[in-house]
């Protein structure tokens, strides 16, 4: 599966963007897709995750309420709307896919879960 991540870019605290990533698989529909983002100098960390054949859903706590995960499996597209931007959430943002059939808040969020990954793309947030 290869990931492309686009939609990056220099945004005022408050602002909104919204990232995509493209897979490539004809078998998207089931794939798990996440997103992950690694700030200067920190680890990386688990945003948002939606299932494939369920749909379900998962948020970390730093994100819920502000960031929408959808997918729209016709055009093998996952999407992070992102609202409310701080400028903590400054980052290099990634996507990733899980083929497995792991399930839960636990898998999801683990990043080593996932099979593919793409190469990211850098959210900043500054006034």
């Known amino acids: 599966v290869q990931l492309q991540a686009s939609g990056g870019g220099l945004v005022q605290p408050g602002g909104s963007l919204r990232l995509s990533c493209a897979a490539s698989d004809r078998t998207f529909s089931a794939i798990a897709m996440g997103w992950f983002r690694q700030a200067p100098g920190k680890e990386r960390e688990f945003v948002a995750a939606?299932?494939?054949?369920?749909?379900?859903?998962y948020y970390a706590d730093s994100v819920k309420g502000r960031f929408t995960i959808s997918r729209d499996n016709a055009k093998n597209t996952v999407y992070l709307q992102m609202n409310t931007l701080k400028p903590e959430d400054t980052a290099v943002y990634y996507c990733a896919a899980d083929t497995g059939n792991c399930s839960g808040y636990g898998c999801r969020a683990n990043g080593n879960e996932y099979d593919y990954w793409g190469r990211g793309t850098q959210v900043t947030v500054s006034s």
């Open positions: 939606i299932s494939g054949s369920s749909g379900a859903i």
